[in-house]
């Protein structure tokens, strides 16, 4: 089969990239500064649309919220869907709109920081416009990275995603309840997760019902006591 690719330096803008990429590094050493001098606790959740994000980051507010100040960014690109469904289980949440882009960066994430009384609390949950490709070269700040990936999106989705699992301290398989539906092997799944990265935790949860929450909040070592 014939393939075609770019050769090293063939990128378009290649020099504009690695400034930007640059830029925003520096920025999220800030936010991670900030963050740690208030003992704030980050974690940037990735995945694709409809991957079930939102939804998991619901019962994380509903499981750790007693325990924990938890606090939410949602990026999207124009709505607030995301940020009006974590608000209605009670957490404070920025709504973060990145217009045409396609991820957050360090600076948005600066802004909604601004937004925060940090020193009110112990977590924040920052859920990342829905992509699985340029949200792993932009950094925030976060502690870690947590990607959710659901059974709909089909067999190949983690296979064809390595750079954003390396990245990454935690995979949530998500819709565990339609994996025979889709015909999709959990254990495969996780043995392809496991061949990127060997030490990713890998979680099997179900947003709608809570299934698997408890584990997800262990696999981020969120202590619920
Ligand atoms: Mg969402
Ligand atoms: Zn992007």
Redesign the pocket.
Known sequence: MKTVQPAEGETFDIELEENLLKQNEDLAKTNRKRLDEQGVHAIDILGSIGSGKTTLVQQLVKHVGTAHRVAAIAGDLTTTIDADRIQDVGAQVIQANTGK???LDANLVRKALDELDLDQLDLLLIEN?G?L???G??PVGAHQRMVVVSTTEGPYMILKHPYILMESSVLAVNKIDLADAMEVSLEQLKKDALSVKSNLKVVFTNGRTGEGIPELIQALNIEIS
């Open positions: 882009e396609c991820h416009v992509n490709i340029c949200p070269e932009f």
